[in-house]
């Protein structure tokens, strides 16, 4: 905040460098190791040679062991950058995925997503919580948890199925799929889901064992 209030260009700058460092620049890295000579260090990034940005940068508490991107998640309004960015997901929708990944029956995942909205008191958390979910299911297709989180969704929201499809398309390898994804899609088609375009993906994939769930429970 004082940062902000200083110097809005550097929080800018700070806000870039962070982001593409997952919460932990660098910059302050090699600078807070070695506060005695901060005029020295402090030459090689000209933008930041200010006497007060020094006196910032000296401040208790020191930053580089701290994850940054929840604090600039409160300061979100005052950053010229997109909020759907992955650095930007609020606490509280970080702790109620954790807790929604780990869980370990579906039933439960479905029950919790009908309440969503006692959990999360506003749209745009659960906005997050949905696209923090899309990157869990590119980054572990496998896990069933974050395809169950998903459905569940679809089931209550249908304009989440755009997001639950282009996630899908982006699998490479569809055959890492749990085969119990098609017996959900069933269920969600079954339900007036309009999932087509998921199937359609899945059947492009010949040893997809999610469409060859699904297929069989299609043609019972």
């Not at 948890?145 to 569940?152: K, L, T, Y």
């Not at 699998?171 to 088609?189: C, K």
């Amino acid at each position: 905040m004082i940062l902000e209030y200083m110097d809005n260009d550097r929080f800018q700058e700070l806000f870039k460098l962070q982001s593409s460092e997952n919460g932990f620049p660098e910059f302050l890295k090699s600078i807070e190791a070695d506060l005695e000579h901060i005029d020295n260090l402090i030459k090689e990034f000209p933008n930041w040679d200010k006497q007060n940005i020094k006196t910032w940068l000296k401040m208790e508490p020191l930053l580089n062991t701290i994850d940054l991107r929840d604090y600039f998640w409160l300061s979100r309004d005052k950053l010229s950058v997109s909020l759907q960015s992955a650095n930007l997901v609020p606490p509280i929708v970080k702790k109620v995925y954790k807790k929604l990944i780990e869980t370990r029956t579906t039933s439960i995942i479905t029950s919790k997503i009908k309440k969503i909205e006692e959990t999360l008191e506003t749209t745009d958390y659960i906005e997050h919580l949905v696209n923090l979910t899309c990157e869990g299911i590119l980054k572990e297709p496998k896990n069933i948890n974050g395809h169950s989180i998903m459905h569940a969704f679809m089931n209550e929201r249908k304009q989440f199925i755009s997001e639950y499809s282009n996630v899908i398309k982006s699998i490479p390898d569809l055959n890492q799929l749990p085969p119990s994804i098609g017996n959900n899609i069933f269920v969600l088609e079954r339900n007036g889901i309009d999932v087509e375009n998921i199937i359609k993906t899945l059947s492009s994939d010949i040893r997809c064992k999610a469409y060859k769930t699904y297929k069989t429970k299609k043609d019972k």
